[in-house]
């Protein structure tokens, strides 16, 4: 099966800066989009950002201008720079994957376990 592996969560202040990543590894063919969400203490999940395997990528309004979404497609790994962080950024993020194990194979979405990112003076 596919694992998804999130790193680089952490506690920082108002301003600062962190990069997450997520590493898939597993018996994958091909992975199309790559996304994060975060998920706030009692809010529904949300997309932060999502980048397609050619590199095109989409953010929540949010978030433009202060995050980055990246990929390395050999490395089958998806990052998330983001800076001037704000108190509103609190939550626990996660990674997302459209993978395909085989060829013939539909497309099946993959989730992370989470990282906390938590924003506080």
């Known amino acids: 099966q596919v694992q998804l592996v999130e790193s680089g969560g952490g506690l920082v202040q108002p301003g600062e800066s962190l990069r997450l990543s997520c590493a898939a590894s597993?018996?994958?063919?091909?992975?199309?989009?790559m996304g994060w969400y975060r998920q706030a203490p009692g809010k529904q999940r949300e997309l932060v950002a999502l980048?397609?395997?050619?590199?095109?990528?989409n953010y929540a309004d949010s978030v433009k201008g202060r995050f980055t979404i990246s990929r390395d497609n050999a490395k089958n790994t998806v990052y998330l720079q983001m800076n001037s962080l704000k108190f509103a950024d609190t939550a626990v993020y996660y990674c997302n994957a459209q993978v395909k194990l085989r060829l013939w194979e539909e497309w099946n979405d993959y989730w992370g376990q989470g990282t906390q990112v938590t924003v506080s003076s």
């Open positions: 597993g018996s994958i063919f091909r992975i199309n989009d």
């Open positions: 980048i397609a395997r050619g590199g095109s990528t």
